[in-house]
C-alpha cells in the first residue's frame, strides 16, 4: 500500500518534469544519432597532398578515392605550403629521391597519404616488373618458335616443349582472394564495435544521473525526513525509489534498445531479450548506485562532481579501449567497474551471438553489485532515521 | 491525564559534540509544552529524539508508554518539520494525500480529513494548486495541515509560526486549544514569546540545558518579571553565571 503510493507518486512527480523526461528519454538517442553519424563520415575520410616536380605515373599510382592531389609549382618550403594552404601533406621529388612531409595533425590523414604513396609505389614496381616479364615473355616465345622450327625439322621432340611452357605459367600466379567474417560483414566500422557499449553505458549513465539527483532533491528539500518521520520502513523508501524508477529505466532501456535495432539498422546475432536483461541489470545498478551517491552529496552541484570520479572510468574500462590490451597492473581495475560486465555481454550477445548460459556470469556479477548497493543504501538511510 | 511523552535524564550529541544535557520533561495527554530557545540551542534535536529519528545517548525518552526510537509507534505521531517539506509538483491535496497514506491512513478517511485539515489553515480553496505556485506562507499552512491529517494522538509542530500572519495564527491557536481540550498532546518549539505565553507548559532551552520549565504564570511568578520574555532573558543570565563560575 505505503509501496504502491510511493511509486506513484515518483511518477506523477516525474511526468510534471518535461526537462527531466527529455534528459531521460531524447537525450540518449540523440547522443547515439550524433555518434551514428560521427563515425559514418569517418570512413570516407579523404587527405589532400601536394605534388611537386613529381614523376607523373607515380602521380597517377598513388591517386585514389581518398586522396586529393593538388600541383604545386611554388619555391617555397614543403612547410610553409602545408601551412598556408592546409594539405595533409607535401611530396616533393628531386631525381631519385622523393621527400614526403606530413602535416600530421591528424594521424588518420597522414596514415591515408603513407599508405597511397607505399601502394602507388608498389604498383609501378609491379608494372615495371609485368613490362620486363612481357618482354622476357615474347623473346622466350621467339625462342619457342625458332626452337620448334628446329624441332620440327629434326622430328617428334615436339613433347620437350611442354615444360617450358608449364614454367612460364607459374611465373605469374593470379591469386583471387575471398574474406570470410566471423562477426560482422564487411560494412563493419567501428560504431558496430562501439555500439553495444555505447548502448550500455547512455542507459547507466542517465540512470544514474536522474535517481542521484531525485533522492539528494528529497534530502534537501527536507521530505525525506518528513517521510521518515511516518512509520515507513527505510527499506520501503529504497524499494519505492528503486520500482519508480526501475519503471522509467526500463521504458528508456527499451527505447534506446529498440532505437538502435530499427534506426540504426544494427545487427543482433544474439537474442533481443538478452540485451534487455543485461541493460535492466545494468540500470538497476546504475539506480542503487545514484542513491548511494547522492548520500555523499549535499547539493546537485556536488552530485554532478561524482561524475568524473564514479561514471567517466567506467567508460575507458568498459571495453572502448580493449581491456586485455591493458597493462597488466590495469586490467583488474576493470573487473571492479560495473560497466565492465554490461559492456562486455552486450557486445558478446550482439556480435557473437552469447546465450543466456554465456552471459549469465557477467549478469550475476552485476546482481551481485545490485545488492551491495542495496545494503549501503539500508545503512546510509539510518543517518535520518536510526529505526 | 496521563503522561504521554516522558524524557528523563537525557543526553544527546553528534559524535562528540553534546548537544543535549540532562533534560527532564513530561507532558501530558491535553497539554500543550513549548521549547522555546534561540536557534541553535538543541530545540530540533530534542524533537528529532523524541520522534526516535535519534537513539538517545543518555537517558530515556518514551511516548505512550513506550521507549523510542519506535518506528510503529510514529503513526500516532503528526509531524510538522521546521523546513516545508512539500513536493512542490504536487497540489496540496496530492501532498495531503500522500503523506497522510504514508501515515497509514485508508483513502477512505483521508478523503473525509482533507477538507477538515485544510480548513483549519484557510487552505480548503487552494488545494488543487500545485505548491509550486504558493506564497511561502501558504506551504507553511500546508505543512501544518499535512501533520493534522491523519488527527493523530501526539502533534509535534518544529516552530509552526513561522511565516504566519497574527490573524492566521490566533486561528491555528484556537484549533491548537481545541485539539488540547480533546485529549490530544501537543508539543512546539518556537522563538516567539507569544507563543511561549499560549501554551500550558514552557520549557526553556538555551545551549543545550533546560534553563527553567513550568507554567508561563508560574515562570513570571517566580522570576518576579512581568513577562515570558523577561523570565528568559533573566533566567539566560543566571546560566551564564552559573557557567563563568564553573
Known sequence: ?387 | MTNTIQVSNLEQGYGRTVVLKDINLTVTSGEILALIGPSGAGKTTLVSTIMGMLRPMRGQVAVLNTPMPNRPLLAKIGFMAQTDALYSSLTAQENLLFFGAMQGISRKKLREQIPHAAGIVNLVSDLTKQVSDYSGGMKRRLSLAIALVSDPEILILDEPTVGIDPELRQQIWHELHQLAAAGRTILLTTHVMEDAEEADEVMMIRNGEAIAQGTPAELIANYGVSSVEEVFLKAGRQQDATTHND
Open chain 1, 1 to 387: 500500500m505505503r509501496l504502491l503510493t510511493m511509486i506513484k507518486r515518483i511518477l506523477i512527480e516525474m511526468l510534471r518534469d518535461k526537462r527531466t523526461l527529455a534528459l531521460m528519454f531524447i537525450a540518449p538517442l540523440f547522443i547515439l544519432s550524433l555518434l551514428y553519424f560521427l563515425f559514418q563520415s569517418n570512413t570516407n575520410q579523404t587527405a589532400t597532398l601536394g605534388v611537386r616536380n613529381v614523376n607523373s605515373a607515380l602521380v597517377k599510382a598513388i591517386d585514389n578515392k581518398h586522396v586529393k592531389i593538388r600541383q604545386v609549382t611554388s619555391d617555397t618550403s614543403a612547410k610553409s605550403i602545408i601551412r598556408d594552404d592546409d594539405y595533409a601533406g607535401v611530396l616533393t621529388q628531386k631525381g631519385n629521391h622523393l621527400t614526403l612531409t606530413l602535416q600530421n595533425s591528424d594521424q588518420s590523414k597522414s596514415a591515408i597519404l603513407k599508405q597511397s604513396l607505399q601502394k602507388g609505389q608498389i604498383q609501378l614496381k609491379s608494372k615495371a616488373a609485368a613490362t620486363t616479364i612481357k618482354a622476357q615473355a615474347a623473346a622466350l616465345n621467339k625462342m619457342q618458335k625458332s626452337l620448334a622450327a628446329v624441332t620440327r625439322q629434326m622430328g617428334g621432340a615436339s613433347k620437350a616443349i611442354q615444360p617450358i611452357r608449364g614454367e612460364q605459367k607459374l611465373a605469374a600466379p593470379n591469386y583471387h582472394l575471398v574474406t570470410h567474417y566471423l562477426y560482422g560483414s564487411q560494412d563493419s566500422t567501428y560504431f558496430d564495435t562501439l555500439l553495444p557499449i555505447l548502448i550500455g553505458f547512455v542507459v547507466f549513465f542517465f540512470v544514474f544521473l536522474i535517481s542521484g539527483i531525485a533522492l539528494l532533491r528529497e534530502r534537501t528539500t527536507g521530505t525525506l525526513n518528513r517521510l521518515l518521520a511516518t512509520p515507513i520502513k527505510r527499506s520501503e523508501v529504497i524499494v519505492g525509489y528503486l520500482l519508480g524508477y526501475g519503471i522509467f529505466a526500463l521504458i528508456q532501456t527499451m527505447l534506446v534498445v529498440l532505437f538502435t535495432i530499427y534506426v540504426f539498422n544494427i545487427q543482433i546475432i544474439g537474442s533481443i531479450w538478452n540485451i534487455f536483461l543485461i541493460n535492466i541489470m545494468l540500470a538497476v545498478v546504475a539506480l542503487t548506485l545514484g542513491l548511494l551517491i547522492s548520500t555523499f552529496a549535499s547539493s546537485e552541484f556536488q552530485m554532478v562532481q561524482f561524475i568524473p570520479i564514479v561514471v567517466i572510468p567506467q567508460i575507458f574500462f568498459s571495453g572502448i579501449i580493449p581491456v586485455n590490451q591493458m597493462a597488466d597492473w590495469l586490467q583488474p581495475v576493470a573487473k571492479i567497474m560495473p560497466l565492465y560486465y554490461g559492456a562486455q555481454s552486450m557486445s558478446n550477445v550482439i556480435e557473437k551471438g552469447a546465450t543466456f548460459v554465456n552471459i549469465a556470469p557477467s549478469l550475476g556479477v552485476l546482481l551481485l553489485f545490485m545488492i551491495v548497493f542495496l545494503a549501503l543504501n539500508l545503512l546510509a538511510m539510518r543517518r535520518y532515521r536510526q529505526v
